[in-house]
């Protein structure tokens, strides 16, 4: 857009500028419906402005005026029409201009303020009209707009013509005699001729195979209507991308860069005889690719092998393993265990027998076939370990590629090892079965074997439970052993208690599976001191005890009615039986030592007073290899 400010020589109608009011100014922008106008056709220029914020305050009929103008030559003018607000028949301004061509605004009396656009047709574009310049002007008081627009007008090409030169080209040398004959480097094709064009074209454009091939007009011929003549020459090297291709012609009318027409007068084939120089593997079937050249399959299933090579004639193609053996392309070939294929295959153009062109060289193209597979893991018969103790247990599994191995435990899928099973402090809860599983692209495979455990019992009693069974001097009284050891090994279970209550005993009782055992009173006697219970589990690795206690000053109030130290019936009864028994033995020791020689006197009393010691302590088991007191102490 360009902006002018009216200078001093302005006409009467501009007379009332003020520069003070150089901020109320027109904006003008004029548009053309089409960047570029087909010759014949009609097209409509579009004006439109912006008047000052305040023009509906300040407007006045002759304030507007609205001028077209075309510019013929350099610095010459041609008003073609101007139209004031006021004017009531917009009819009388049509300019007759250019051969008789009227220009229609197709003006309406309307308010310019509530109005901001007004078009100018143009009918019928001839080719002349081509570069012309229109401006439009919008003047407001003392001021005016102005913007410019260019007509740009093609015209396509009424007739294409093709004309076919050859349709065979040969890129082989040929051997005359004992002369080898290189192959022409380039064919001349066909010529396309375009009549009737505007602008003056550049090229003309060819189409292989759809895609378009701009050539440069060789011979350009202008019309008496303004349009040209022009043709060009199609020429193509001997090469495998042209051998088939279907030739035609089009009209692209510059400067669009757009195909207007498509015309196809006519449209053949091009053959080219050249020499094989692509050639490649597939693989398919059963076959995945790892590469541009190796692949794999997995055992058993089947592929197949093709080789593609260009060429023409058809050139012979060979399809070899690396032992020397050749497959064809309709083989299916069983991938086997530890057959890792490499092929090659090799291309090469034949000759007819009547024909004298040497042979191409041999084109090559390789690939491999590796076979993947994958066996069973062996995770070895069912076993047994040692409680306490480490575990080790390997699986071998073999298989290409090598496979990944990991252990799970029955009824979970978590990992809990790879490759070997390694279980640290062995526990009774480690027995379970146990999975090896071998995993590679071939697949997965499992095997499994059950882990048992031997060893020693392990004793814990818990907190006893106290109930009272009546009111009274007796109580119920429930201490549980709970007992853990091997299921084949199995831990024999027994209670023993303070002299005075192996009454109580008789409802001990021994178990075969280690899922503890509990002591039950009933009617029991008053305990009104600490006392001592003890569970002892054995099997073949050995005794392990556990020490439960009663005390007094813990048991509720139901099993501690009296808190005075006294002996219950049972320990009374006991101490009077024991008293004469000892006092037998102490005889029966004086006597014996006095047969035996002097220096042995000191001996023999002291292993009297021992046995005499023994009687006077509590009944509790213990362990011959020490180890049961431990337990025990650690379980209380």
């Known amino acids: 857009m360009k902006l002018f400010i009216a200078a001093s020589s302005a006409t009467a109608a501009l007379a009332q500028f003020d520069s003070s009011s150089a901020n109320t100014m027109v904006t003008v922008d004029v548009v053309g419906l089409h960047d570029y106008i087909e010759a014949g056709t009609s097209t409509n220029l579009t004006c439109s402005w912006t008047l000052p914020v305040d023009a509906d305050a300040e407007f006045n009929a002759d304030d507007f005026q609205l001028f077209w103008k075309l510019d013929i030559s ?9 139209w004031r607000a006021g004017d009531k028949d917009p009819m009388k301004y049509k300019t007759n201009y250019a051969n008789g061509l009227i220009f229609d605004p197709n003006f309406e009396e309307l308010d310019p303020t509530q109005r901001q656009s007004a078009s100018l047709f143009i009918p019928d574009v001839p080719i002349a009209y081509d570069g012309l310049t229109y401006s439009c002007e919008v003047h407001w008081g003392g001021t005016y707009g102005e913007e410019n627009v260019d007509l740009t007008v093609y015209q396509n090409a009424e007739v294409v013509e093709l004309a076919k030169i050859t349709d065979t080209l040969e890129g082989r040398d040929e051997l005359i005699g004992n002369e080898t004959v290189a192959a022409p480097e380039s064919y001349d094709v066909a010529e396309c001729t375009v009549r009737s064009v505007y602008p003056e074209p550049a090229t003309v454009t060819f189409l292989l195979n759809g895609v378009e091939h701009a050539v440069d007009a060789s011979d350009v011929n202008p019309n008496a209507d303004g349009t040209f003549d022009a043709s060009a020459t199609l020429t193509l090297a001997p090469e495998g991308q042209f051998d088939g291709a279907g030739v035609s012609c089009i009209s692209v009318a510059a400067p669009t860069a757009v195909t207007i027409q498509n015309d196809e007068s006519y449209t053949f084939p091009v053959e080219v005889f050249y020499y094989t120089d692509e050639v490649s593997i597939e693989v398919n079937g059963a076959a995945t690719a790892i590469s541009d050249e190796d692949y794999y399959v997995i055992e058993g299933n089947s592929y197949q092998v093709t080789c593609n090579a260009n060429g023409n004639p058809a050139p012979l193609v060979t399809i070899r393993k690396s032992d020397g053996t050749t497959i064809s392309d309709s083989d299916d070939i069983v991938a086997v265990r530890n057959d890792k294929v490499e092929l090659t295959c090799e291309a090469s153009n034949d000759s007819p027998a009547n024909e004298t062109y040497t042979l191409g060289q041999a084109v090559s193209d390789y690939a491999s076939i590796d076979v993947y597979y994958i066996d ?23 298989g290409n590629p090598s496979p990944k191995i990991q252990w799970t435990r029955a009824g979970t899928s978590t990992v809990i090892s790879e490759r070997d099973l390694v279980l640290g402090k062995v526990t009774y809860s480690d027995e379970a079965e146990y999975t090896c599983t071998a995993t590679n692209t071939a697949g997965s495979q499992s095997d499994s074997f059950d882990l048992s455990v031997d060893g020693p019992c392990v004793v814990r009693t818990e907190e006893p439970v106290s109930g009272t069974s009546g009111e009274g001097e007796h109580a119920s009284l429930s201490i549980k052993c709970v007992v853990d ?26 178990l075969e599976k280690p899922d503890g055992s509990v002591l039950s009173f009933t009617n029991l006697v008053k305990l009104n001191e600490p006392t001592e219970f003890t569970c002892t589990a054995s099997n073949s690795y050995g005794v392990r005890s556990a020490t439960a206690q009663v ?3 813990n048991e509720p109030a139901c099993c501690q009615p009296n808190r005075q130290a006294s002996l219950g019936t049972g320990a009374i009864v006991g101490i ?61």
């Open 74 to 82: 350099e610095n010459n003018h041609k008003s073609l029409l101007s």
């Open 376 to 398: 069973s893991p062996v995770a070895g018969a069912d076993d047994q370990a040692t409680y306490d103790t480490e575990y080790t247990k390997t699986c071998s599994a073999s």
């Open 485 to 510: 050891g091997p299921r084949e090994n199995a831990c024999k279970i027994t209670w023993s208690g303070p002299i005075g209550l192996e009454d109580v005993f008789s409802t001990s009782k021994q």
């Open 551 to 553: 005390d007094e000053e």
């Open 576 to 636: 009077v039986i024991a008293i004469p028994a000892i006092l037998i033995i102490l005889g029966a020791a004086v006597f014996f030592c006095r047969k035996q020689q002097q220096d042995k006197d000191d001996t023999c009393v002291e292993e009297g007073d021992d046995a005499a010691d023994a009687e006077k302590q509590p009944l509790q088991a213990s362990e011959p290899d020490g180890e049961g007191g431990d337990a025990g102490d650690d379980a209380v």
